[in-house]
């Protein structure tokens, strides 16, 4: 039998914890609306933990006429840089270019210069290049990050890891992000401003009562059922979405997304600078390597159909051999299977506008509410650097259903633990290690990357590195990890070594399944203080 909470009707519940969902329950609890969220899995447990990690305004949609969400894009990557400016920060990326170098892109813009200028049959020119580049750096109202230029690879740091036929390349500006903290700081805001978030929590129904949603849901952990009730819902489940729409809701629409699987391979570090490189293949399509948590190099991504939600995404051997063979076209020394040190992928559910490949697909977002009866707002698509604007939008929907909301608030606002300069972490860095001189300059570089100014709310009174309790490795602490099940819903080890931090980057398997032995007694001794407390008169 489901537990019955207390008849509370909350204006929203929103399906999916990933950024989308994270981000509409903030901006929905910051205007004052009761907001429950419900995620099946951790937090980022899918496409929002398995991005390029980039905020940026997408160079190559250009070529398929997506001005509205390039631009808008280009826009936010400056608006959130101000708000989180301990997990994001700018980036330079390089395109090298080549003469001689040929494309088969089935772009709109690649099939019209074949019309206009059939000599050119698929080679994007050096002129088109240098246009993209100047609607990239035009199109968004730039301020903080420096302009595209040109650049000569010879003799230069950014030339060295690159095959010598490279002499020329563009230089340009986008974001990094750290994507699953990103997903994390957004819910922890969003609880702050009164929004409840239950992590592991399956949705197994919702049905329409008149004006009213009754939902209900599965802790996935403990196995008890609970019934809410909300004026609205919203569907923001990614790659379920559409499942949840059949089976779940049971509306009778023929929306859909389409699932574009998108892997990568980190290796070992293959170059020396901060840059990142901008490679494009011989079938029109790009790939990114970039600097990866300090001593390694991310390389992706590429665009598969991935036909099921419920399986999987895993980096193939055929998609890690195309990034390895695409990569090694570029690079001086080719990569190495023995290089490559972890694999990850994710799927994107882009909005099924019936384009003719995955790569040509929209990566723009679809807002659709059905209001017969209690409204449900479905989520189509969307990409990470827009999720903020994908909120504002999604509230401008709900508002129109639910009526007297206030209006739009997030631009500039921090997230927590953002509260500082756009250009201030090395600053941050220099106080921390100031006020603790324990921590090694890596150490404190991991802690403000992470949690900002929370760091030293972490660090507290500590003295010596001690006071923080045990030491799982790699710098992560007893203290750390306590903050994170306590603030950041982090439930076992890999919540904590691969979407809190990539830490699994660096323990190993014995290291890892002590922090799980840690969680469970900690979990066990704080549910034992919790029905304690509950007992007393």
């Not at 602490?477 to 890999?494: C, I, K």
Request: net charge negative; glycine share 10%.
């Amino acid at each position: 039998m489901a537990h019955q909470h207390d008849i509370r009707v909350s204006d929203l519940f929103i399906i999916g914890g990933g950024i989308n969902g994270c981000g509409i329950a903030r901006d929905a609890a910051g205007r004052g609306l009761s907001v429950t969220l419900a995620e099946m899995n951790d937090l980022a447990s899918a496409t929002s933990s398995a991005s390029t990690k980039l905020f940026h305004g997408g160079l190559r949609y250009l070529e398929y006429f997506e001005f509205r969400l390039v631009r808008e894009a280009l826009i936010e990557r400056e608006t959130l840089l101000c708000a989180m400016p301990h997990i994001s920060w700018p980036m330079r990326f390089i395109i090298p270019y080549h003469e001689d170098m040929r494309f088969e892109s089935e772009t709109p813009t690649s099939r019209l210069l074949s019309i206009v200028m059939p000599w050119m049959r698929g080679r994007r020119p050096r002129w088109l290049i240098r246009l993209g580049l100047f609607m990239y750096d035009n199109l968004g109202g730039r301020e903080i990050l420096p302009g595209a230029s040109s650049l000569h690879l010879r003799g230069s740091p950014e030339g060295a890891p690159l095959d010598d036929r490279f002499e020329k390349a563009f230089e340009y500006s986008d974001c990094w992000v750290e994507d699953s903290r990103l997903v994390v700081l957004n819910a922890r805001d969003a609880a702050a401003r009164g929004a409840t978030v239950m992590t592991r929590t399956r949705v197994l129904s919702a049905a329409r009562e008149g004006d009213i949603w009754r939902i209900e849901t599965k802790d996935t952990d403990s196995g008890e059922t609970s019934e809410h009730h909300a004026r609205m819902l919203v569907n923001a489940g990614g790659p379920w979405v559409g499942n949840l729409i059949q089976n779940t809701v049971q509306l009778n629409s023929t929306e859909g997304v389409r699932l574009v699987r998108g892997s990568h391979i980190v290796t070992r570090r293959l170059y020396g600078h901060d840059k990142c490189y901008f490679f494009q293949g011989t079938d029109g399509r790009i790939i990114f390597a970039i600097p990866y948590e300090t001593d390694f190099t991310l390389i992706g991504t590429t665009d598969a159909e991935h036909h099921d939600p419920n399986v999987p995404p895993e980096c193939t051997p055929k998609e890690r051999q195309y990034l390895v063979n695409f990569a090694n076209q570029y690079f001086k020394q080719d990569i190495e299977d023995a290089d490559i040190v972890w694999t990850y992928s994710g799927v994107r559910p882009l909005y099924d506008d019936g384009a003719s490949s995955a790569t040509a697909a929209t990566r723009d977002y679809t807002l659709k509410v059905d209001a017969n009866g209690a409204p449900v707002l479905n989520i189509f698509g969307g990409k990470i650097t827009t999720y903020r604007r994908l909120a504002e939008s999604a509230l401008e929907k709900i508002g129109t259903q639910l009526g007297g909301i206030t209006g739009a608030w997030t631009a500039g606002v921090p997230l927590p633990g953002g509260d500082f300069a756009v250009d201030g972490f090395e600053n941050q860095v220099a106080d921390l290690t100031g006020s603790y001189p324990f921590l090694t300059d890596l150490w404190a570089r991991r802690l403000v990357r992470a949690y900002g100014t929370d760091a030293r709310v972490i660090l507290g009174e500590a003295r010596n590195s001690k006071d923080l309790g045990q030491d799982f490795g790699a710098t992560l602490t007893e203290a750390e990890l306590a903050w994170l099940m306590e603030q950041e819903f982090a439930r076992t080890a890999e919540d904590v070594v691969w979407r809190r931090s990539k830490l699994g980057l660096r323990l190993g398997a014995e290291e890892i399944a002590t922090i799980d032995d840690w969680m469970v007694r900690h979990n066990s001794a704080h549910q034992r203080n919790d029905e304690a407390r509950g007992a007393r008169p």
